[in-house]
Structure formats: structure tokens, C-alpha cells
């Protein structure tokens, strides 16, 4: 099943027909996996690609699962009728429109491990995909902003980019060699399947893992 945001698109077909042509198209429309059809429109047969809207008066619930099959009718009026139930789609689509919930918490000190500061997160959708998450670091809420995966070791995509996370909720980073920022602002990004995305940045947060230790002088 292929997952878009979008409730309009244009739809390649072709026809095999006789002598008196096409007359029109009817596209029919599943929302059970073929148990039920409805014809969702019909078209004079010249139109190439057929145009497809899922945003109609009579599609209150334009999000979930769809599944598309063309009737053409020629032009002496023959055709193979409407699909009959459990007729399988001849193309299968996801609709998802809303974007991910993104939920950030505070981080907190790994008490572990040293030089390293535990991100969590609350993320949620219906269409996530594999790794969905990506979190990056910068000194200004503007940024630039720099992946916080960079220095552990995961493999980067096409183009050098650091690969995005798991939607574990929690992820520890290790604080980059040399970092002199004492407050840091984070920046999560969730993208869904559909390519929708919510991105979360948090105010700066300190950035002090050092433990306050006292050594006994004296009395005075």
C-alpha cells in the first residue's frame, strides 16, 4: 500500500477498445480491501491522466485506505459492469494528511556514563514509517543545527546525512569532544510515512554535567 498526503492526484491509465471507441470511464472505489464498490466518478474517456479527487461533499472521512479500479464503456455502451465484491483493487493508497504528535520532555544527565545527557521523547502517528526520528543541536533556537547522532557511529544516507532514529523515546547522546556551549537548544523532527512532519524546538537547555564536590579546609 503506498501512503500519500495528498487527496488530489492524477491517475495514468491506458484502454484496450474496439472500432466504436470509449465513451466514458468510471472510476469505482473501495474503502474495505474490495468487499464493497462505489462508483466514485465518471469520465468522457478522453481525459488523460483521469483526475482523481478524495475531497468531495460525500467523503466525510477522506483519511484511511483506498482502493481504485476503471470501468471503462465503449462506444457502442458495453463494459464489464461494476467490480463485484471481493474484486481486489488494481491500485492500493493510504491517505494520511495529519501530521506526527511530538512530545519533548527534559533531558537529564546519563548516570552511566560521563559527558553524555539522555534525551526523551513522545511521538505518535498512525503511518510511521522505519526511523522516523531525527534530532539535532544547535547553540541558537535558529540554529545551524547539527545532528546529535553525528559522532556515534551510525550509518549516514545518501548525501552524508546521519541516518534518522528509531521512535524509541529515548536516546543518549554522547556531548561532541571539545564542546564549549553550555546551553544548547534541541530540535526533534518526526516524519511519517506520507512525508508529513512536526518538529519540536526546545528553549536552551544547560548543559552541566559536572558533580559539585567540597574538600574540607579547616576550621576558622
Known sequence: VQVVNFLRFDLQYQVENGPS?????????????????????????????LKVALDTQFNPRPEG??????????????????PAAGS?????????????FVEVYRPTADPNQRNALVLNWK???????????????????????????AGDGLVPVAGGVPARLPNTGTYTWHLPTGMTAHQVC???TAT???????????????????????KVLGIL
Open 21 to 49: 471507441g470509449v465513451k466514458a470511464v468510471d472510476l469505482y472505489v473501495t474503502r474495505d480491501a474490495g468487499k464493497t464498490w462505489t462508483r466514485w466518478s465518471q469520465h468522457d474517456g478522453r481525459e488523460s491522466p
Open 88 to 100: 481486489p483493487p488494481e491500485l492500493r493508497l493510504r491517505v494520511d494528511v495529519t501530521a506526527p
Open 192 to 214: 511519517d510515512a506520507a512525508g508529513n512532519r512536526s518538529e519540536v524546538v526546545t528553549p536552551p537547555v544547560l548543559v552541566d554535567l559536572t558533580k559539585p564536590r567540597a
Open 123 to 149: 511521538a505518535t502517528d498512525d503511518n510511521f514509517g522505519r526511523d522516523p526520528i531525527a534530532i539535532d543541536w544547535s547553540e541558537t533556537p535558529t540554529g545551524p543545527w547539527k545532528p546529535v547522532s
Open 186 to 188: 534541541l530540535r526533534f
Open 65 to 82: 485506505e483506498y482502493g481504485f479500479r476503471l470501468v471503462p464503456v465503449s462506444g457502442a455502451g458495453l463494459s464489464d459492469g461494476p
